[in-house]
């Protein structure tokens, strides 16, 4: 009898940590898409909202590149700028509407990273360098003047003739619901477990039977097709852009802070990196870029040296401190 009732014990204690587990994920996904949801009853700055929660997306892929492969993609921006010129394509050629074209720029983006797949065996620096290469030599092919039919080079492109601040709103927070639920997945999934092992030892985690290629390879997909969605719901958003406006390699650099500074390998890291870092940017960058630029470097610094683990980290730590504290008062 002592048995059984000790095993019905663990049991139901399992069942509570599955249970709080699967609730705090649930809570992961609608709590920013809630709160992104209502953001316009706030601030009527669609365009702003709209901006940063494209960072939260592009942060979300770098954190599943990065996070969970270790890979540091310098040149990300090239699957936002395939994903911002797919969406054109798609509207002014195939004639889609924009939700679907936002949908077409995501595939696009997807593509372009099957092409560039050989990258990945690179690590470190020179995967970092060559994925900087590759995005700005995709940025040449778009401005090329002999792809104006296709394009329209480097004279700008123009969708303004499906251009909805609300309906591009609306498309920015299905795209965010569906980020944070593919990283919280992904974190739960064996996929997301061999990735872990990969990054903190490929050898063997290859001689545990990890198939280190394809695991790569599905966040590197994933990561593009993060890139590509919030690229496409972008342009959709400011309806007017041009080659150097969504190859802007600050993008990445951006991207890569806020996802550092909130903390990868998390599910809520970079979605605080990037709403606090974008609005902080909003409120000094643009009128005195110069202090912005102080201030970034800063944090970079600290990130470096101090945080290597994010907010996240912090809290994490602060969290266990604290129980501590209390058990050592009981």
């Known amino acids: 009898m002592p048995e059984r009732d000790a095993d019905a014990s663990g049991q139901r204690a399992t069942r509570a940590r599955q249970w709080r587990r699967r609730g705090a994920d649930l809570a992961a996904v609608l709590v920013p898409t ?7 009853t706030v601030d ?6 709209v901006t940063i ?10 954190n599943v590149i990065y996070g969970f492969t270790g890979y540091l993609p310098f040149g990300y921006v090239g699957f936002f700028g395939a994903g911002a010129y ?3 394509i798609a509207v002014a050629h195939l004639g889609a509407n924009a939700v679907e074209a936002t949908v077409l720029g995501g595939v696009a983006a997807v593509l372009v990273a099957v092409v560039l797949i050989p990258l990945l065996r ?3 620096a020179y995967f970092a360098i060559a994925s900087l290469a590759a995005a700005l ?3 040449s092919l778009v401005s090329n003047p002999a792809l104006t039919s296709v394009t329209n080079g480097p004279y700008g492109a123009d969708l303004s003739k499906v251009f909805s601040a609300g309906g591009s709103y609306w498309m920015a927070v299905v795209i965010v619901a569906v980020a944070m639920l593919a990283v919280v997945v992904l974190r739960r999934s064996r996929l997301g477990l061999q990735l872990r092992a990969v990054r903190a030892d490929q050898v063997s985690a290859g001689y545990a039977g990890v198939n280190v290629v394809a695991a790569r390879t599905g966040a590197w997909l994933l990561s593009a097709l993060l890139a590509g969605l919030a690229g496409g719901v972008y342009a959709w958003s400011i309806s007017v852009f041009y080659p150097t406006a ?10 890569i802070v806020f996802a550092l500074f909130g903390g990868v390998g998390t599910v809520l890291g970079p979605v605080v990196g990037a709403v606090v870092l974008y609005y902080v940017y909003n409120a000094i960058g643009v009128s005195d870029p110069q202090y912005f630029q102080l201030i970034f470097g800063v944090v970079i610094v600290i990130i470096a040296l101090f945080l290597p683990g994010g907010l996240a980290a912090v809290l994490v730590g602060a969290r266990r401190r604290l129980a501590l504290r209390g058990g050592d008062v009981r």
């Open 122 to 124: 690179l690590r470190g």
């Open 34 to 40: 809630v709160l992104f949801a209502l953001a316009r």
């Open 137 to 139: 030599a995709l940025s």
């Open 246 to 255: 969504v190859f802007d390699t600050t993008i990445s650099l951006f991207a």
């Open 44 to 49: 009527s700055n669609l365009l702003l909202l």
């Open 53 to 62: 929660m494209v960072y939260v997306v592009l942060a979300q892929g770098v």
């Open 86 to 88: 797919g969406t054109y």
